[in-house]
Nanobody
Framework: QVQLVESGGGLVQAGGSLRLACVAS????????MGWFRRAPGKEREFVAA????????SYADSVKGRFTISRDNAKNTVYLQMNVLNPEDAAVYYC????????????????????WGQGTQVTVSS
């Protein structure tokens, strides 16, 4: 059974940084793309960033480009989201997700392309 466990959320001042981590277990981590999504209060869950199974490709939402960086360490079965220059609009519950397809060509950005999700980690940004 696949499990995804996020960590690293918390309270940070505007302009600050946080690094989220997601540890995966249950199937061969290195074979699957990974993604980060977020849900702010009163809003739909939205795409943030994703990385291909090979790490060769990444994709970012326009709202986080240049501030967030996704990476992965296949030896640790872990995907990271480095978040810099945080602003109150970034406050949300952040979820990691694992691609439903092994060795996908490209980077999945749609929620429907992921079949396993973590429980989320809260990020709060004070102004």
């Amino acid at each position: 059974q696949v499990q995804l466990v996020e960590s690293g959320g918390g309270l940070v001042q505007a302009g600050g940084s946080l690094r989220l981590a997601c540890v995966a277990s249950g199937r061969t981590f290195s074979s699957y793309a990974m993604g980060w999504f977020r849900r702010a209060p009163g809003k739909e869950r939205e795409f943030v960033a994703a990385i291909s199974w090979s790490s060769a490709s990444t994709s970012y939402a326009d709202s986080v480009k240049g501030r967030f960086t996704i990476s992965r360490d296949n030896a640790k079965n872990t995907v990271y989201l480095q978040m810099n220059v945080l602003n109150p609009e970034d406050a949300a519950v952040y979820y990691c997700a694992q691609d439903s397809r092994r060795y996908r060509n490209g980077v999945p950005t749609l929620q429907s392309e992921y079949d396993y999700w973590g429980q989320g980690t809260q990020v709060t940004v004070s102004s």
